[in-house]
């Protein structure tokens, strides 16, 4: 049953909320713009009871972040490159999409001899080294230093590197948004992509990322990422648990404790388009090729996104 929270409810006083960041020991500010330490969240899966509050609350306070296309599209050349339209599908919510950056994924495993429901949040990893923020030829994948990873809707042309260097395949494109429309509408990349980009905004103004904020059984907790592992060790060793996202993809800035190994889960979860694996995952960016794309990308992003930037500066003084 979907617990149905509204958006007063969740929209707590700016003070409340700071408190509870100092708490956690995140800085009030925390926007990338300092010497902060990455963030990290820790998920404690054996809590989550499926509400969806976290959902609708990140739809809620996302909304205004999200892609309002133009139609008809512009046909493509090559035509190869598929239309993704999820604008007139904006209330799913059983996978992610581009209106869509949190879901809730269910596995029904067997526990000490009970059949049981494991309920887990799923979104952008927010990877220690990410590879979509370091192959991203346009420099619109951008990397807090507070560890959070972005996609600036201002610059993306859509051309989907992200999503496919992207292990868990995370970022959604939306077709007939973006800077594409101006430039090249039959030859870039078809739109924007879309992911989680962890309430950055939000943080910045000392307040919690939505879905943390909401939660009514404290799945997550936030704070830096070393005492989130250090957490997530005590939580494993204290119900014989397993972890998740530590050392995935070379380290992520969300991580995973359950009951039951990740293996189980994985089997159990529906997996597909949208729908994330919970596979053990190399580190990516350790791969010699990748690493030497990135070292030739990284220039060529920084000009692009700058040209980028400027476009959109002159279009909006027009």
């Known amino acids: 049953m979907t617990q149905k929270i509204s958006r007063r409810s969740f ?52 909304e205004k972040k999200y892609p309002v296309p133009k139609k008809p599209f512009p046909r493509m ?23 869509n950056w949190l879901y809730i994924q269910r596995a029904f495993v067997n526990i000490n ?3 049981t429901e494991i309920a887990i949040p799923r979104r952008c990893m927010h990877c ?3 590879p979509c923020v370091k192959l991203c030829p346009w420099g619109a994948a951008k990397q807090l230093e507070n560890g959070i990873s972005r996609i600036d809707s201002e610059i993306c042309l859509g051309g989907a590197k992200c999503k496919a260097v992207c292990p868990w395949h995370i970022p959604q494109r939306q077709t007939g948004v973006g800077i594409y429309l101006d430039i090249l509408p039959s030859l870039a990349g078809n739109g924007v992509m879309f992911k989680c980009d962890r309430c950055y905004n939000r943080i910045a103004e000392g307040e919690l990322p939505a879905c943390i904020e909401v939660c009514p059984e404290d799945v997550q907790t936030i704070g830096p990422r070393d005492k989130i592992i250090k957490k997530a ?48 995952v190399k580190d990516t960016m350790a791969d010699a090729n990748k690493l030497a794309a990135a070292m030739i990308i990284a220039p060529i992003a920084g000009v692009a996104a700058a040209a980028g930037k400027f476009y959109k500066m002159t279009k909006s003084s027009e």
Request: charged fraction near 20%.
């Open 11 to 62: 929209l707590k006083g700016t003070a409340a909320t700071a408190c509870s960041l100092a708490a956690a020991g995140i800085p009030v500010t925390a926007s990338g713009a300092g010497n902060e330490q990455p963030l990290a969240t820790l998920l404690d899966i054996r809590k989550c009871i499926g509400c969806e509050a976290c959902v609708e609350a990140c739809k809620e306070v996302n």
């Open 77 to 99: 050349y090559p035509n190869r490159v598929p239309v993704m339209d999820w604008s007139e599908k904006q209330d799913v919510i059983d996978r992610l999409t581009p209106y």
């Open 113 to 115: 001899g009970k059949d």
């Open 128 to 130: 220690v080294n990410p």
């Open 233 to 280: 060790h005590e939580l494993a060793r204290e119900i014989n648990g397993y972890i998740y996202g530590e050392k995935e993809n070379g380290g992520t800035n969300t991580i995973y404790v359950s009951p039951v190994p990740f293996q189980q889960l994985n089997k159990a979860i529906e997996k597909g388009k949208g729908k994330l694996h919970l596979n053990p």
